[in-house]
C-alpha cells in the first residue's frame, strides 16, 4: 500500500519548491549584504586580523574574551 502510494509520487514539483526557496534565499542574503553601511562593512573586515572590534554604539575598541 504504501510502495505504492510513494512509486506514485511526483518529484518534479518538489525541484521547482526548492528551487524557488533557494533563489528566495540567496535573494534575501544579497539584499541584506548590499544594504550594510560602510561603517559595518569596515568592522566585520577587521574580524579575522584582530581580537579588536569597534563597538558601533559607543564608538570604542572593545575585545571580547572567553572563557
Not at 540567496?26 to 584582530?50: D, H, N
Amino acid at each position: 500500500m504504501l510502495k505504492d502510494v510513494v512509486s506514485k509520487l511526483d518529484y518534479s514539483t518538489f525541484d521547482e519548491i526548492a528551487l524557488v526557496i533557494f533563489a528566495l534565499a540567496f535573494g534575501t542574503v544579497i539584499y541584506g549584504a548590499f544594504r550594510l553601511r560602510s561603517e559595518s562593512t569596515e568592522r566585520f573586515s577587521s574580524i579575522p586580523l584582530s581580537d579588536l572590534v569597534q563597538d558601533p554604539i559607543k564608538h570604542e575598541k572593545t575585545t571580547e574574551k572567553s572563557n
